[in-house]
């Protein structure tokens, strides 16, 4: 059996995509290992921990699989026409062509007529439920959540946020695109959208709160590094970012960028950010097997807690989000200092905050219990669950914290900051996580 990081992830790397996709619960399950071959491609959701708390169903889940369509559904743009709106163009009355319209005034529309495209697949998302988007996603709420929590009042996500475009081809290059046709084939920007005419007379514009993508330096593994946000633009254009997401003046043109994804672009529909993970990508990747292994190999060593002296044990998948019944079996850890404890009332400070402090060295900080991370995709390598986030006890591997810990999420419409990819919890601390200390490890 591999026990090395480098070791397990070649194993990894020799099975197949249809042994990878051979369990439900890696996402939509291929009726044949011939499909699973064309997969392109798996986009999750960050800040859900392997599942929505209120079920996964339908389009409505945290990860979609992009897999070869049976037919080619890809469009791309032909012909541009005059109109005085968008309603007196015939292209835009007939259901049966795709159209981007451009509203310059009230009296002038551009109408781009957009063709079939047999060479290549497209795939829709947005918050709508209307057939033509694929993957339905809703606003990402941080914490541990219930389905009560998931309620947002007023959503910042387009209900037509962005469509990807894959070859069908190889290499199946997949590149994404600001905006997604309605249920009548269209897309509207309208007066007061961002739009410009190219130096090449096309027509090109912005949603109203804009599809951000940043692609990682060094590919997405275990010397990966954040890179920088930039805007995609409805005809796939990279731009810098506007003041604020909603700013009427764009960007700064990139040239040297492009809206191709990478293992491990970052997508962000301003209320909810996905991962894109590529097929090659997902093949280095542990899965739901790999990292229950792991779990139980923490639980076999019998951790103790310093002072119950009782075993530790990190729940199942199924309670990785809630305290165990039997509390005192329950890994915690003192967020400053990284000792692993049982549940336990000793060290507490009369304050607002809950901290304790730790019998151990004597600091005081929170008290949080620990949770493994289970969702595959976020994980940047194969190693061992040693470090945990601040302040949410999220466990993964060390590279994977660190990873995470500096990459700057969107918040809002102009902030940032880094979250936890298991729960969105803004982190805390002067590095985001830190090491676990188990009382098998003091003195060794």
Not at 93 to 102: E, N, P
Not at 287 to 311: D, F, M, S
Request: hydrophobic share 30%; proline share 7%.
């Amino acid at each position: 059996m591999p026990t090395s990081d480098s070791e397990r992830c070649e194993a990894k790397k020799l099975k197949t995509e249809a042994q990878y996709m051979s369990t439900e619960e890696n996402g939509e399950v291929p009726s044949s290992p011939e499909k699973a071959l064309l997969k392109y491609g798996e986009l999750v959701v960050l800040g859900y921990n392997g599942s929505l708390p209120y079920g996964e169903k339908g389009r409505r889940k945290t990860r979609f699989t992009l897999f070869k369509r049976a037919a080619a559904n890809g469009v791309k743009p032909s012909t541009h026409h005059i109109a005085k709106t968008p309603q007196a163009s015939k292209i835009v009355a007939d259901k049966s062509h795709h159209s981007v319209s451009y509203t310059l005034s009230r009296n002038q529309t551009v109408v781009v007529e957009y063709v079939r495209d047999e060479d290549t697949d497209m795939f829709q998302i947005g918050r709508s439920t209307e057939p033509p988007i694929d993957f339905v996603v809703i606003d990402t709420v941080p914490g541990n959540k219930t389905a009560e929590d998931c309620k947002v009042q007023q959503s910042t996500i387009s209900r037509f946020a962005c469509r990807i475009v894959v070859e069908r081809n190889p290499t199946h290059t997949a590149r994404i695109y600001a905006a997604g046709f309605d249920s009548s084939n269209n897309i509207f920007l309208g007066e007061r959208a961002t739009k410009w005419k190219r130096p090449d007379s096309s027509m090109d514009g912005l949603t109203t709160n804009g599809v951000l993508i940043m692609h990682p330096t060094g590919g997405f593994g275990q010397e990966c590094k954040a890179g920088v946000w930039r805007e995609v633009s409805v005809c796939g254009g990279i731009y810098s970012l506007r003041e604020t997401r909603p700013n009427p003046q764009r960007g700064k043109l990139i040239d040297d960028e492009s809206n191709v994804l990478h293992d491990g672009t970052l997508i962000d529909l301003c209320g909810a950010t996905l991962l894109w993970r590529s097929s090659a990508g997902l093949q280095k990747t542990p899965t739901h097997k790999h990292i229950e292994e792991l779990r139980k190999e923490i639980n076999a060593a019998r951790p103790q807690c310093p002072v119950g002296l009782n075993t530790l044990a990190f729940p199942t998948r199924s309670r990785a989000t809630k305290v165990t019944e039997e509390k005192e079996r329950q890994p915690y850890v003192y967020l400053n200092c990284g000792h692993v404890h049982g549940h336990h009332l000793w060290g507490q400070k009369e304050n607002e905050n809950g901290d304790r402090e730790c019998p151990m060295c004597r600091t005081v900080g929170p008290y949080v219990p620990l949770y493994m991370g289970n969702e595959p995709a976020f994980y940047v390598d194969c190693g061992p669950p040693t470090h945990a986030f601040c302040p949410c006890g999220h466990v993964c591997s060390e590279q994977t914290a660190r990873y995470w810990a500096q990459v700057p999420l969107p918040h809002g419409v102009h902030a940032f900051h880094a979250a936890c990819p298991f729960c969105a919890t803004q982190l805390t601390g002067e590095q985001g996580f830190i090491k676990l200390i188990f009382q098998n490890d003091i003195g060794t």
